[in-house]
């Protein structure tokens, strides 16, 4: 396989559940980011990892949990959700992170649709 | 903190045409960096081109290109001979200070 992969391509949960959402790339890269798209909004950036440790952290609630064990996966655990979380989430990657790095473009899986009922 | 606008909701082109879609940034950093990505129905953002804050010459990538009017503060993305395949959600993105912002994207529907 190559690119960017993630699993599962659709959830639905209750607000009780835990699940979560993985993320593989096969790049090499050594960033990793979550980003959540909601309808009729931009892509918010939720979380990145750089070198498995995490270097940005936008507000996000706590019940959305990163998880990077090494450069080549990343988890987004889920548990007691809103169904206003229902959106689709989608990981990326990049060679690098950080300031001047502003030619760096990301590779994006094709993302997790999730319902919240 | 970095803008990025995209003001066309959605746009029509007619097989084979060119088509514009419109993209304004506002940041204070002198390096940025300017994207664009389509994403179709299965939901894959994909990179189509991009053009860097000190590039000289208007990025080009195969049917891609990229008007980049600095003083306008402007990015524009031209499809030149639009395909059926093209049909898809285009969004502009931008590099500043090391965050990558979006816009709110624009649904271009090419048709037959």
């Known amino acids: 396989e190559t690119g960017v992969t993630q699993t599962p391509r659709h959830l639905v949960m209750g607000m009780t559940n835990k699940k979560s959402l993985k993320c593989e790339q096969h790049l090499g890269h050594n960033a990793m980011y979550w980003y959540k798209q909601s309808a009729k909004k931009p892509l918010e950036l939720m979380f990145v990892y750089s070198l498995e440790e995490r270097v940005e952290n936008n507000s996000v609630p706590s019940r959305f949990s990163p998880e990077c064990p090494n450069s080549s996966h990343l988890f987004l655990h889920l548990h007691t959700l809103q169904p206003e979380d229902s959106a689709l989430y989608l990981c990326a990657s990049s060679q690098s992170f950080g300031p001047g790095k502003s030619n760096e473009k990301l590779f994006f899986g094709s993302g997790t649709q999730l319902s919240v009922l | 903190a970095q803008k990025i606008t995209q003001t066309q909701p959605g746009m029509f082109v007619q097989e084979k045409e060119a088509v514009t879609l419109d993209c304004t940034y506002d940041?204070?950093?002198?390096?940025?960096?300017l994207f664009w990505y389509k994403q179709p129905s299965s939901g894959e953002m994909i990179f189509l081109i991009y053009q860097g804050s000190y590039d000289q010459q208007n990025a080009t990538e195969g049917r891609y290109s990229l008007n980049f009017q600095k003083a306008r503060k402007s990015a524009n993305l031209v499809i030149s001979a639009s395909q059926l395949g093209d049909s898809a959600m285009y969004f502009c993105a931008g590099t500043s200070y090391g965050k990558l912002t979006f816009g709110q994207g624009t649904i271009l529907t090419v048709h037959p």
């Open positions: 940041t204070s950093d002198p390096s940025y960096g």
